[in-house]
Nanobody
Framework: EVQLVESGGGLVQAGGSLNLSCSISGYLGDDYAIGWFRQAPGKELEGVSCIRSRGGTTYYADSVKGRFTISSDNAKKTVFLEMSSLKPEDTAVYYC?????????????WGQGTQVTVSS
C-alpha cells in the first residue's frame, strides 16, 4: 500500500513563496506518476502538476506555469512543489496523488492534503 503525507502548507502573502513536500512510503514500482492537485472552497478538484517516473516528464496546469516547479528526490522518496509568485486564487487544499501503472490497471493513492492560503 502506498501512503502519501503532504507538508509545507501555510499562510503567505500574495507574491510570496511556499514549498510543499510529499513523502511517499510503500511500493511504487518503476512506472508511476506523482501529482499535485488542489481544491478551493466550492470548486472542483484541479490538477496542478505531475511528474512521471519514466523520463521525468513534467506537466503543469496553465494557471501555474512559470510559477510552480515540481521535482523529486527518488532516494528520499519525496516529491516537491515549489510555488512562487503566489496569488490569492492559489488558495486551496493541496493534495498529493500517486498513480501506479500496473498490468491490471492504474492504482491511485492520495494524501490527506495541506492547506495553502494566499492573502491579498
Amino acid at each position: 500500500e502506498v501512503q502519501l503525507v503532504e507538508s509545507g502548507g501555510g499562510l503567505v502573502q500574495a507574491g510570496g513563496s511556499l514549498n510543499l513536500s510529499c513523502s511517499i512510503s510503500g511500493y511504487l514500482g518503476d512506472d508511476y506518476a506523482i501529482g499535485w492537485f488542489r481544491q478551493a472552497p466550492g470548486k472542483e478538484l484541479e490538477g496542478v502538476s505531475c511528474i512521471r517516473s519514466r523520463g521525468g516528464t513534467t506537466y503543469y496546469a496553465d494557471s501555474v506555469k512559470g510559477r510552480f516547479t515540481i521535482s523529486s528526490d527518488n532516494a528520499k522518496k519525496t516529491v516537491f512543489l515549489e510555488m512562487s509568485s503566489l496569488k490569492p486564487e492559489d488558495t486551496a487544499v493541496y493534495y498529493c496523488n500517486a498513480v501506479r501503472f500496473t498490468s491490471w490497471g492504474p492504482s491511485n493513492s492520495w494524501g490527506q492534503g495541506t492547506q495553502v492560503t494566499v492573502s491579498s
